[in-house]
């Protein structure tokens, strides 16, 4: 009896050598439902299953919005008794529900900025529907676009310097892009027709988008400068509001080709399209969390200097070492992030094939104040045999302010080669 036991238990080690890590999963996705007689804001799983309703309030709840780290959902509430809406967040699990805009206007939209510090919506407070920004608690309201048009769905680019929005300011609806502060606002597309709803791909290569110009909602893609625009859906029904998933390998969108609105996923090249919801109600707005944690390979990172001067907006490094399995050079450097900021560059080199550096601005950390010990976390994805793999990791490092002693072990981390900055790295 103990020899086939023996024999089992080699036998289940066999198997977990053989399988694979884990793939990259996608996160929840949160949209809202008429399914309950009002409008609640409500989450499931990627692939449709676990339907839950988040929100409860007496009118209306909508376009829901998750922040990058998925802790939080901002979304738009109309107050009961008065026909005002506010810009709300909450909790991941719809717990903590509270006003960032509390004022008589109408306050729509809401869109996270990658970082996670800045929310940017949609007001008519100044007597027109234009686009604001904010700070994620509420405070900094400032106003980015200002004319006569209808300026409404903005989107933020992946590293955080561009937002894409419609406006009909020039006759008819089409997709713009802007500077973060407002300025450089150009259009991308121009037809006769509705084009709204941009959608920026995690990698920031690609922007997707309703358009009205073939008689009906199809769902397109684009180049983030207006080139190649394709259609990836086509059918007599209204296919609209995409949202990419966080490893940019699906869209979800709704649809009503069933005689209702429901949220459709499908592949990026329009393939696949199938049904994630299917209740007599209407279900819109679908917008994706990031990829969960449980999910990822941990990886070990160390951050140079090991103290972060806040007030000083220079450079800083982490240094990813993947498991010995992994290579650096399958790392897609459009993926890795720390706190939500984007990497300005990735280095790598022969000698060390598992490890890479990752070029950071400082200024883009969360806030931080002097003497904080903070724990920065690095994410990011590995392409190998065709999958994306997520890696995560963490480092804990000294705020230090302007006068403090931030003993810099590189002096110019921008102006540096690959060589200098590993002649310089120990790996822990």
């Known amino acids: 009896m103990k020899k086939w036991r023996y024999c089992i238990l080699i036998l289940i080690v066999l198997v977990l050598l053989v399988l694979p890590v884990a793939s990259l999963e996608n996160g929840n996705i949160a949209f809202r439902s008429f399914r309950d007689g009002k409008s609640s804001i409500y989450v499931m799983n990627a692939d449709g299953t676990g339907q839950t309703r988040l929100t409860n309030n007496p009118v209306f709840d909508s376009l829901p919005a998750f922040s990058p780290d998925g802790t939080k959902i901002a979304f738009s509430y109309y107050l009961s008794g008065q026909w005002d809406v506010e810009i709300y967040v909450m909790n991941a699990d719809g717990t903590g529900q509270t006003s960032l805009t509390p004022n008589t206007a109408h306050d729509l939209m809401p869109a996270w900025s990658p970082d996670g510090t800045k929310i940017t919506f949609v007001s008519i407070r100044d007597g027109n529907w234009e686009i604001y920004i904010m700070n994620a608690d509420g405070s900094g309201q400032t106003r980015l676009t200002n004319n006569a048009a209808f300026d409404?769905?903005?989107?933020?680019?992946?590293?955080?310097?561009?937002?894409?929005?419609?406006?009909?300011?020039?006759?008819?609806?089409?997709?713009?892009?802007?500077?973060?502060?407002?300025?450089?606002?150009?259009?991308?597309?121009?037809?006769?027709?509705?084009?709204?709803?941009?959608?920026?791909?995690?990698?920031?290569?690609?922007?997707?988008?309703?358009?009205?110009?073939?008689?009906?909602?199809?769902?397109?893609?684009?180049?983030?400068?207006?080139?190649?625009?394709?259609?990836?859906?086509?059918?007599?029904?209204?296919?609209f509001e995409p949202a990419w998933s966080p490893d940019g390998t699906k869209i979800a969108f709704v649809s009503n080709r069933d005689d209702n609105f429901e949220i459709y996923v499908m592949n990026v090249d329009g393939t696949g399209q199938k049904n994630l919801t299917n209740n007599p109600a209407e279900d819109r707005g679908p917008t994706w969390g990031p990829i969960p944690a449980t999910n990822q390979i941990p990886v070990k990172i160390r951050i140079v200097p090991n103290t972060l001067n806040t007030a000083s907006k220079g450079k800083f490094v982490a240094f990813i070492t993947l498991p010995s399995n992994y290579k650096a050079a399958d790392v897609d450097a459009r993926s890795v992030m720390c706190e939500g900021a984007l990497a300005l560059r990735l280095i790598r080199i022969k000698a060390f094939p598992n490890t890479f550096a990752a070029i950071f601005n400082r200024d883009k950390l969360v806030n931080v104040k002097p003497g904080d010990k903070v724990q920065l976390t690095v994410t990011g994805t590995i392409n190998k045999n065709g999958q994306k793999i997520g890696f995560i990791g963490s480092d804990l490092i000294k705020v230090t302010n302007k006068k403090g002693n931030t003993r810099e072990a590189i002096d110019d981390v921008e102006k540096m080669t690959g060589e200098k900055v590993f002649s310089q790295f120990n790996p822990r």
């Open 152 to 239: 409404e769905s903005p989107a933020w680019s992946p590293d955080g310097t561009k937002i894409a929005f419609s406006s009909d300011r020039e006759g008819n609806s089409e997709i713009y892009v802007m500077n973060a502060d407002g300025t450089g606002q150009t259009r991308l597309t121009n037809n006769a027709d509705y084009d709204n709803d941009p959608a920026w791909s995690p990698d920031g290569t690609k922007i997707a988008f309703t358009s009205y110009r073939d008689s009906n909602n199809e769902i397109y893609i684009m180049n983030p400068d207006g080139t190649g625009q394709t259609r990836i859906t086509n059918n007599p029904a209204y296919d």
